[in-house]
């Protein structure tokens, strides 16, 4: 889960957002990896391991992964029917309301890097903060070359672990 923070009128600090991933954090259980289990062609186990060892980047991997799929939208509308969304997320939502400017869902760290001029990167179970890390240039400003190149290379930083593999990991 990440802290944005960007700037109103030239006051660094002045605005909070929250963004939060969809899959584990809303819902209870990863909604692609059910789907790829459910209906996914075979190959796509090998493309989630090339992605784990930073062989692809996590955009080519989804693109790979969700090309095998094989399911009409029928079927694919009634396992989605059958996921569980967490019921603590509504007192968090609640929360972040309260204390937060804006609740953004988004599963892509590029999202948050273009509109903020700084992240926190909390733990899992939002016990404490991982990483923080402040962002050059202006939101809303910054080149796709430049959002692109510094999500690669924190792409590849433990302290975003969690952001990128799902899986739980101890950060040294």
Same mark, same amino acid.
């Given at each position: 889960?990440?802290?944005?923070?960007?700037? /109103?009128?030239?006051?660094?600090?002045?605005?909070?957002?929250?963004?939060?991933?969809?899959? =584990?954090?809303?819902?209870?259980?990863?909604? !692609?990896?059910?789907?790829?289990?459910?209906? =996914?062609?075979?190959?796509?186990?090998?493309?989630?391991?090339?992605?784990?060892? =930073?062989?692809?980047?996590?955009?080519?991997?989804?693109?790979?992964?969700?090309?095998?799929?094989?399911?009409?939208?029928?079927?694919?509308?009634?396992?989605?029917?059958?996921?569980?969304?967490?019921?603590? #997320? /509504?007192? #968090?939502?609640?929360?972040?309301?309260?204390?937060?400017?804006?609740?953004? /869902?988004?599963?892509?760290?590029?999202?948050? $890097?273009? /509109?903020?001029?700084?992240?926190? $990167?909390?733990?899992? =179970?939002?016990?404490? #903060? $991982?990483?923080?890390?402040?962002?050059?240039?202006?939101?809303?400003?910054?080149?796709?070359?430049?959002?692109?190149?510094? $999500?690669? !290379?924190?792409?590849?930083?433990?302290?975003?672990?969690?952001? #990128?593999?799902?899986?739980?990991?101890?950060?040294?």
């Amino acid at each position: 889960m990440l802290l944005s923070q960007y700037t /109103v009128d030239e006051r660094p600090g002045s605005e909070w957002i929250v963004l939060c991933d969809f899959d =584990g954090t809303i819902s209870v259980e990863d909604i !692609t990896d059910s789907l790829l289990e459910r209906f =996914g062609q075979p190959g796509w186990q090998e493309i989630e391991q090339a992605w784990k060892r =930073g062989e692809i980047g996590s955009h080519d991997c989804m693109a790979q992964q969700v090309a095998l799929l094989d399911a009409s939208g029928e079927e694919l509308d009634a396992h989605l029917d059958g996921m569980s969304i967490d019921r603590a #997320f /509504v007192h #968090f939502a609640a929360a972040a309301r309260e204390h937060f400017s804006a609740l953004f /869902v988004t599963h892509d760290l590029s999202e948050a $890097v273009r /509109v903020a001029d700084r992240l926190l $990167v909390l733990s899992e =179970g939002g016990t404490g #903060f $991982v990483t923080e890390r402040r962002i050059e240039g202006r939101p809303g400003e910054r080149s796709d070359r430049a959002i692109f190149d510094l $999500v690669e !290379t924190w792409s590849r930083d433990p302290a975003f672990a969690e952001l #990128f593999d799902g899986e739980r990991k101890e950060l040294s």
